[in-house]
């Protein structure tokens, strides 16, 4: 199991750099993930964030579907926000696991 | 009388009707099975339907072919579910009361879920192949087809039998080769996948594939809109792919009854323990086939797989004992890959599909993850199956549980 150390803080991550201690995350190390995905982050972000994690930890599958439907913010916005592939990026500075697309 | 009520005569409801009226006294226990519908579809057929290699009739047979002696059969709409209660009540108002209730309402495509998908060009010049009038309607389209951007675009994940839109290329590629004109048509796979699959192997080796046969992929492009004036494709982070045919996979959505009864996720599907498939919110209830939300393919060969497991668990559950089968997401899917030649993938919740042979390790005499004619020949010889076998219930020689014996790591 490799760790990664964002601002101080060494965290546990997978071979893909998914952190595998969801209990480990705080808001420093959510920002030095950011900064290697190439993100910053906002209020926004962190509301955003904050919705993925509560969203996971009650079991939830991640959807861009759930999250337009979430409120906080919507579809378009999400891709803005984290380029590219945004439940990829997201859930990683989240610190949850990478969304299985189960098929 | 116990009551045992199936909810959905496709092919996990009819499965399930034919196993538990083996086991269940006829004289203690009713089984009544629910379905809007009288016809049954052999769904997997679909795809050869726009390429001309079956037409209607090769997919349709009437649902009470299958259905054994001692089954009540309602053919009517659902209301909704009240599980509390457990009741579930008819379009017209019959209430219907149960002890047992097993949740088989599959799932089926939302065209609407996607902004302009059935817009003025569906149907015209957009199509999908998940109904039969999609299907027959595309068949009459690629007849007088001149070419052009023909673009296969899967809209979200989950839908069913996730691997049907890679072989749609496959046969393309073929049906437009054979025709000597597929220099004029340019094939397009446009995906919200990051590759032509999602588990590494697979991936690779249908990745492969596509490149061989000169279909572009465009990846991670998820739909926001279909502009019929400009005849583009849109996704949210501002890809656009312009089309001359399109060929959708649109949203998939569980049914609305689950809305109506409180019973769904926001797709609609019901929230089902993955291992002994029951609900993860009432006893009584258990979920099979598409309708439930295990992270595994929404396939018929789930279906079929799970249906063994549940047999065993709601004995279990009937006789009062702890629960003994645990469905491993077993899924095995045959991909036709065109001129005659298959492939094939096994796997499950935790194993991606791996190259070997099956069934029968070392001796097949299907390749996994391999091009054979004798894959393709699987695939046709499981029309049979599935009318003669399958749907009734019978026993197969493949384990409902996955084998690693044959694979290679």
């Given amino acids: ?103 | 009388m116990k009551k045992l009520l199936i909810l959905g005569a496709g092919t996990a409801g009819t499965m399930m009707a034919n196993k538990m009226r083996k086991h269940l006294a006829r004289d203690a226990w009713e089984i009544t099975i629910v379905d809007q519908f009288k016809t049954h579809y052999y769904q997997p057929g679909f795809l050869f339907i726009p390429f001309g290699m079956y037409n209607r009739n090769d997919v349709i047979k009437p649902k009470s072919d299958f259905f054994p002696v001692g089954v009540n059969v309602i053919y009517s709409k659902i209301d909704k579910i009240q599980a509390k209660e457990s009741n579930v009540i008819l379009e017209d108002g019959v209430v219907l009361k149960y002890d047992y209730l097993i949740v088989a309402t599959g799932c089926k495509t939302a065209p609407e879920e996607v902004d302009g998908l059935n817009g003025e060009l569906w149907y015209k010049d957009i199509f999908d192949f998940y109904t039969i009038e999609g299907a027959v309607a595309l068949a009459n389209y690629f007849k007088t087809w001149k070419g052009g951007e023909l673009i296969i675009n899967i809209s979200e994940l989950p839908y069913k039998c996730p691997v049907a839109p890679l072989e749609f290329a496959f046969f393309a590629d073929a049906f437009f080769t054979e025709r000597g004109m597929r220099d004029k048509v340019n094939i397009t796979y446009v995906t919200p996948m990051s590759g032509a699959f999602t588990k590494p192997r697979a991936t690779k080796m249908l990745g492969e594939l596509l490149e061989q046969k000169n279909i572009n992929l465009v990846p991670d492009f998820a739909i926001m809109e279909v502009n019929n004036e400009e005849k583009k494709i849109m996704d949210y982070g501002g890809t656009e792919v312009k089309f001359d045919c399109l060929v959708s996979v649109p949203p998939n959505l569980g049914d609305e009854v689950m809305e109506r009864s409180g019973l769904g996720d926001d797709m609609n599907y019901v929230p089902t323990d993955k291992h002994t498939l029951q609900s993860t919110a009432h006893e009584n209830i258990f979920v099979i086939g598409d309708a439930s939300n295990i992270p595994t393919s929404k396939a018929g060969s789930v279906a079929h797989f799970a249906a063994e497991i549940l047999e065993e668990n709601l004995m279990c559950a009937i006789e009062g004992r702890p629960f003994t089968g645990s469905f491993d997401g077993h899924a095995n899917c045959y991909i036709e890959t065109g001129y005659g030649k298959g492939t094939l993938i096994d796997f499950n919740y935790d194993t991606e599909p791996l190259p070997g042979s099956f069934p029968f390790p070392g001796l097949g005499p299907f390749g996994l993850l391999k091009v054979s004619r004798m894959n393709h020949y699987g695939k046709v010889l499981f029309r049979w199956i599935y009318w003669h076998i399958l749907l009734k219930g019978k026993e197969m020689p493949i384990d409902s549980e996955m084998q690693m014996a044959g694979k290679k790591l």
């Fill in chain 1, 1 to 103: 199991m490799a760790t990664k150390n964002y601002g101080g803080v060494s965290v546990d991550v997978n071979d893909e750099g998914y952190m595998t201690d969801s209990s480990q995350w705080t808001k420093k190390v959510a920002s030095g993930i950011a900064t290697d995905e190439g993100v910053v982050l906002t209020d926004k972000h962190f509301e955003v964030i904050d919705f993925i994690r509560t969203k996971v930890a009650d079991g939830a599958t991640l959807t861009i579907r759930g999250i337009n439907k979430s409120g906080v913010v919507n579809a378009k916005e999400f891709y803005q926000m984290f380029p590219g592939a945004p439940l990829k990026k997201s859930t990683k500075i989240a610190g949850v696991p990478k969304p299985e697309s189960c098929i």
